[in-house]
């Protein structure tokens, strides 16, 4: 018969306990005690069992892998992955599998610890012997019985780490590329999430890099900068992907090449390449200056018309407005951070040519974009700003950064 129909007597006990509403403060306090050690026995009988499969290969016999196999049994991704990683390390670790069945440790320190131990292990240069690994679990353990957090026992793992890679000849994290990883999912609000874990090296050169891209510039009327600190940095790596996308030739028009699906029947349910439903204003930021293939479908996405790159602003057009914008015209951001920028959209049948065209860096061209600023061409034949109602209720023009000093009365 096995353990299961025992394991189901529990749980059909644990589902007639009843929590009363006038449940006292201690009482509660308790209850919850017992229900935290409760969770982390079966978290480790769950990781248990979660070892016996992967040794019987049961996943494999039903062609898949086990975290596939966990999922479709109700695991969320980040769970089944830390069921597979603890079951895999328990019978190596006796002293933490006895804590762990006794409830004292909940599933979250387990995995902290277990991840530790794997840590520490890959910065020795050889095999840790079994005296050596106990110490390291006694010390990760001692963390957790002092109140330390799961993130509190990775940064201590990394420190014995560093000691063992000192002491032994090993590598120190810092300096181990092999675990460097990037990772990026989409949210359900078609935004993407990125997480980065990089070497001392690739690190340094990530931040110099933003740093340096990331200053605070004024606004057009001289007022500080109003996008916060992590909105600055997020506006650098976009400038760095533009300036990737172009190479050496500044410029050029960019290589990046990006696909939009564009229903003929719904325009305005426009597609973006790996992200989906885009709106019609980012459709016109993207055909400014970005290579991207527009791909007209019928209903049955069937490709009707492809569009050719012609909106792009060639070399010798980019550089007259090198010459004639100097750089961005809301913030001065330099030429070579900057997108070509149509004062009439492409997309609304906005000509390719200098008098039609300016510079604006990743920042400000999202302000024209999205955010109720506009651009148009003076008596002057140069260009002025003016700004949302928003931030100047008059919406007085402001003369491009290049010709701050100018007013409106010298323009005519």
């Known amino acids: 018969m096995g353990i299961a129909p025992d394991l189901q007597s529990l749980l059909d006990q644990l589902r007639d306990v009843v929590i009363p509403e006038n449940l006292a403060g201690d009482d509660a306090v308790n209850v919850m005690r ?63 599998a006895a804590h762990a069945g006794d409830g004292a440790i909940s599933g979250e320190h387990v995995d902290a610890i277990v991840k530790g131990i794997n840590h520490i292990r890959a910065r020795a ?81 990530l931040v110099a890099a933003v740093e340096d891209l990331s200053a605070p510039r004024p606004e057009p009327d001289g007022s500080p900068d109003t996008r916060s600190a992590g909105r600055r940095r997020a506006d650098a790596l976009e400038t760095l992907l533009d300036i990737t996308a172009r190479g050496a030739d500044i410029a050029s028009a960019p290589r990046t090449q990006l696909l939009v699906t564009v229903p003929a029947a719904t325009p305005d349910l426009a597609t973006l ?62 030429p070579g951070r900057t997108h070509a920028h149509h004062i009439v959209h492409w997309t609304h049948h906005g000509e390719t040519s200098l008098a039609n065209g300016c510079l604006l860096c990743p920042a400000c061209h999202a302000n024209i974009h999205h955010d109720g600023w506009d651009v148009v061409m003076g008596l002057d034949k140069h260009l002025w700003l003016i700004p949302p109602a928003t931030v100047d209720p008059q919406r007085k023009p402001i003369p491009a950064y290049n010709r701050r000093t100018m007013r409106l009365d010298a323009a005519a």
């Open 34 to 96: 017992v229900l935290l050690l409760a969770r982390g026995v079966v978290d480790h009988l769950a990781a248990t069992v979660t070892g016996v499969l992967d040794r019987c290969g049961v996943a494999a016999s039903q062609g898949r892998t086990l975290r596939e196999l966990l999922i479709s049994l109700g695991c969320a991704p980040s769970v089944a992955e830390r069921l597979i990683r603890v079951g895999g390390a328990l019978p190596a670790l006796p002293t933490l």
């Open 125 to 205: 240069p050889g095999e840790v012997d079994e005296e050596t690994r106990f110490r390291q679990v006694t010390d990760l353990l001692g963390q957790f019985f002092s109140g330390a957090t799961p993130a509190d026992i990775g940064d201590r793992a990394r420190k014995l780490g560093n000691r063992v890679a000192a002491a032994e000849g090993g590598l120190p994290a810092a300096e181990d590329r092999s675990v460097n990883t990037l990772d990026h999912r989409l949210t359900s609000d078609g935004r993407l999430q990125v997480r980065a874990d990089m070497d001392a090296e690739v690190g340094a050169k």
């Open 273 to 334: 390449e790996f992200i989906g439903s885009i709106t019609t204003m980012t459709l016109d930021r993207l055909t400014c200056d970005t290579t991207v293939t527009t791909s007209i479908v019928d209903g049955e996405q069937v490709p009707l018309d492809m569009g050719r790159e012609k909106r792009l602003f060639p070399p010798h057009l980019r550089k007259a407005l090198y010459l004639r914008d100097g750089g961005c015209i809301k913030c001065g951001a330099p």
